[in-house]
């Protein structure tokens, strides 16, 4: 079997409707950091990453763009963002994320040892926070 030189997943783009209320969504609910800010775009820090290049969450806003067509739900091949967090967190994230009043459900992977809450963007993007719990 070949080694990939893939040491890691660097960052997660979304187009976006609405960047205020997305930006707002994921400084405030899901607890990112503003690593940058351009008027049609908003860089989050995620993690650490490798070799200097840190982990990161992309809104981009390509209306302005010539070629631009919008969205269309019909054509994107996104299910969900995860984020991975640890089992001590796991409930206070719950809570924390629904006194925005944001719907939290919860489900568990007991083939991964996986436990997850899962919410929805101001846009209707899933996202998923993950811990491994070997309960499960």
Known sequence: MRKIAIRDLGEIALRVK???SM???YEEVIGLQVMKKFPDAVFF???DG?????HILVLFDRSSQPDYSGLDPEKSTVD????EISLSDYEAEKLRIEQHGV???TKEFPNFHWRSLFLED???NTVE???YDETV
């Open 103 to 105: 719907k939290v459900l």
């Open 80 to 83: 969900h963002v995860a984020f």
């Open 122 to 124: 101001p846009e209707g």
């Open 18 to 20: 609405h960047l205020e």
């Open 50 to 54: 490798y070799a200097g290049h840190t």
């Open 45 to 47: 820090e995620v993690a």
């Open 129 to 131: 926070f993950v811990c």
């Open 23 to 25: 930006q707002r969504f």
